[in-house]
């Protein structure tokens, strides 16, 4: 399990480095910058799944929920929150059971 969360973890860290290259690439094409937002990288890998975890939560959990959690978080920028979450899982899958 602890190998498994630590992959998990590495892969994330490594996947954060595609929004990262996309933001240096448009940082180079003109002086104002813009974050990419998790949500819009989600979408475009595939937003089937982000309509249905949408549905999902309003549907069987709460609509407040989505909108003012999950949502604000897909709002942030995807390379900081991918590495934030995968360097957690490292952690996670590294720290020894009682």
Known sequence: ??????LIGGMLVLAAL????RE?????Q????RFI???????EIDP???NMLQAGVQ???SPGLWEHGIQVVL???AWPVLVVLGLMLIILGRARGA
């Open 48 to 50: 089937a799944s982000l």
């Open 1 to 6: 399990m602890r190998l498994i969360l630590r």
């Open 18 to 21: 595609w929004p990262l290259g």
């Open 75 to 77: 709002t942030w920028p």
């Open 37 to 43: 937002p998790l949500g819009q990288i989600w979408y």
């Open 30 to 33: 003109g002086p104002t910058h």
């Open 24 to 28: 240096a690439l448009m940082l180079l």
């Open 59 to 61: 549907r069987r959990l």
